[in-house]
């Protein structure tokens, strides 16, 4: 089964195959149609190894956020549960977008004290349990999200300026704000782990294309702990949960870290700014992988050789008992031709050990 053979990947025990799996952007999944002719969706025609289980909704999702923006939004702008303003970009793409800040600005605590923040505690979770189940009556592995967990929704809140001068000066308000957002993903991280999603994975983008947005000292002042509640209360509600992290760019200086807090799978480790080989020879016995072949570069710009080539590569780096997820770094945006996207899937069906 699939999910069997995926959990042994990720947990380093010996695979039977290679897996693939990859988000299209709008205009690739429409090119998906066109090609296969079908109304399959694109993970059941490229047989995924998981699937996402969805969000709950929360019990407060018509929160009234429109008095906290002093300005007039631009036509088809969306406000998302958090508050967080998003600007329309380009229709093609999936997540270009120009965000507001409702809590930026010359603010008291009291201002964030009485913010609306989504409940977690009291949302509808009925969806998510039931495609759990579903999901695993498939034979498939089930993944839950929390993309908003400590650091990222906290900065798409304050603004990024204003929570780093926060923090820089122990502003009591960074706390307060750090927490609340850790507190939230600590409650759907201990629902999740309770109804038996098998992946919880997490996005915290804390990494640029060369170094970190801020130093390691600072990071692990401010982000781990809150990282680590999050991996504690997910685990002892379910200790076999797999807790797979996500952060763009660089962020090699904090992997012994993220495996000191229980993290099982990094994610995507970006070929643009990580050697893939170099990560694999020093932390591949302590953690596994989720990734590997770049969207800024192999996927968009490379020729359907050049996609099978890295795809083998890094299969052939990670080794029969497995450790690597290997897929795109990222969602597939317009860009990317959709014979790379099938070589992508070929390579993935094709290999076995040693395989050039």
Not at 184 to 208: F, N, P, Q, W
Not at 305 to 321: F, H, Q, S, W, Y
Not at 329 to 354: F, G, Q, R, S
Request: glycine share 6%; charged share 25%; hydrophobic share 40%.
């Amino acid at each position: 089964m699939h999910k069997r053979n995926l959990l042994n990947l990720l947990k380093r025990q010996g695979i039977e195959r290679a897996e693939c799996y990859f988000t299209l952007c709008p205009s690739l999944e429409k090119q998906y149609r066109l090609s296969s002719g079908g109304d399959a969706a694109y993970e059941d025609f490229f047989d995924f190894p998981m699937r996402m289980v969805g969000e709950p909704v929360p019990a407060d999702l018509n929160a009234d956020f429109t008095p906290y923006y002093n300005t007039l939004l631009a036509a088809g702008t969306r406000i998302d549960r958090w508050g967080v303003a998003h600007c329309p970009g380009s229709a093609q793409a999936m997540h270009m977008t120009q965000m507001l800040h409702p809590l930026e600005g010359n603010i008291s605590l009291a201002t964030l004290e009485a913010y609306p923040y989504p409940d977690f505690s009291n949302a509808d979770y009925a969806t998510v349990e039931h495609n759990i189940k579903m999901t695993a009556s498939r034979g498939l592995a089930s993944i839950a999200k929390i993309s908003d967990m400590v650091w990222e929704i906290a900065w798409y809140l304050r603004g990024m300026e204003d929570l780093m001068m926060d923090m820089a000066v122990d502003d009591e308000k960074a706390a307060y704000l750090l927490d609340k957002v850790t507190g939230a993903a600590c409650i759907r991280a201990e629902k999740y782990a309770s109804m038996g999603v098998d992946i919880l994975h997490t996005g915290d983008d804390v990494g640029m294309q060369q170094k970190m947005m801020f130093s390691v000292d600072f990071w692990r002042k401010w982000i781990r702990p809150r990282m680590a509640k999050v991996i504690r209360t997910a685990k002892a509600a379910k200790p076999d949960i797999l807790f797979s992290y996500h952060s763009c760019g660089f962020v090699t200086p904090i992997i012994d870290d993220l495996i000191e807090i229980g993290v099982d799978v990094l994610n995507p480790v970006q070929p643009e700014c990580m050697s893939f080989e170099d990560i694999h020879r020093q932390y591949g016995n302590k953690i596994s992988f989720w990734g590997t072949i770049g969207t800024q570069t192999t996927m968009p710009f490379g020729t359907p050789k050049d996609v099978r080539r890295e795809v083998l590569r890094n299969l052939n780096i990670a080794g029969e008992k497995g450790g690597l997820l290997c897929t795109p770094t990222h969602l597939l945006e317009p860009e990317v031709p959709y014979e790379n996207i099938l070589a992508y899937v070929k390579a993935c069906n094709d290999w076995k050990i040693n395989i050039v």
